[in-house]
């Protein structure tokens, strides 16, 4: 059974900075792309950010071009995504997200497989 285990969450200043991990497990990853979501409090899951296998290309969501930064390291099937000059308004849980016939999307219902999501608060 596929298994996404997200870490890295937790409080910070505003301006500051975190990495969270995101740990695939109990499938064949090869061709598939990772993505990055966020939900804040009231609001609905967004794209932030996304890589396919081979990691040639990322994507990311408007608001957070210049400060996050996501990479994986296929040979442990992990992850990460780097934010910088983090702000209030990244306050959110992170989610990510498999998808195995590749492809970087921004809809979640392109995904087949979510961690349970990590939260992050950056207070003022």
């Known amino acids: 059974q596929v298994q996404l285990v997200e870490s890295g969450g937790g409080l910070v200043q505003a301006g500051g900075s975190l990495r969270l991990s995101c740990a695939a497990s109990?499938?064949?990853?090869?061709?598939?792309?990772m993505s990055w979501f966020r939900q804040g409090p009231g609001k609905d899951r967004k794209f932030v950010a996304g890589?396919?296998?081979?990691?040639?290309?990322?994507h990311y969501a408007d608001f957070v071009k210049g400060r996050f930064t996501i990479s994986r390291d296929n040979a442990k099937n992990t992850v990460y995504l780097q934010m910088t000059n983090l702000k209030p308004e990244d306050t959110a849980g992170y989610y990510c997200?498999?998808?195995?016939?590749?492809?970087?999307?921004?809809?979640?219902?392109?995904?087949?497989?979510w961690g349970q999501g990590t939260q992050v608060t950056v207070s003022s």
């Open positions: 997200a498999a998808r195995f016939s590749g492809g970087v999307y921004t809809l979640q219902s392109q995904y087949d497989y």
């Open positions: 109990g499938g064949t990853f090869s061709s598939t792309s």
């Open positions: 890589i396919p296998w081979s990691g040639d290309t990322t």
